[in-house]
């Protein structure tokens, strides 16, 4: 059973930083990854994906230059470095995997389709 631990939610003010971070039980050494967000009353929209065994990122349109997404494959954990935070990120953050999988997307369609979910993790913008 594959667990996704996320944590490192919170409120902030507009402008401030959050760094999300999500735990795997097992290596993700060769996965597809990503962050998607999910406001209430809005889809579930993907955020950044990135392959774990190589160079690929993937960011939606909305944050580039202000979202960082990395692996630390000996820590098994996924994180995404939030900056210049604006009160339309606030949403819960799912992190999400697809193991032994890469991944490739285009313009602003990340859909949700991975394996593997966390339990998601509150982020608050005012």
């Known amino acids: 059973h594959v667990q996704l631990v996320e944590s490192g939610g919170g409120s902030v003010q507009a402008g401030g930083s959050l760094r999300l971070s999500c735990v795997t039980s097992?290596?993700?050494?060769?996965?597809?990854m990503g962050w998607l967000r999910q406001a209430p009353g809005n889809q579930r929209e993907g955020v950044a994906a990135?392959?774990?065994?190589?160079?690929?990122?993937y960011y939606t349109s909305s944050v580039k230059g202000r979202f960082t997404i990395s692996h630390d494959n000996a820590e098994k954990t996924l994180y995404l470095e939030m900056n210049s935070l604006k009160p339309e990120d606030s949403a819960m953050y799912y992190c999400?995997?697809?193991?032994?999988?890469?991944?490739?997307?285009?313009?602003?369609?990340?859909?949700?389709?991975?394996?593997?979910w966390g339990q998601g993790t509150q982020v608050t913008v005012s």
């Open positions: 999400a995997a697809d193991a032994d999988k890469s991944c490739r997307y285009y313009g602003d369609y990340m859909p949700a389709e991975f394996k593997f």
């Open positions: 990135m392959y774990t065994g190589g160079a690929y990122r």
């Open positions: 097992i290596n993700m050494s060769r996965a597809c």
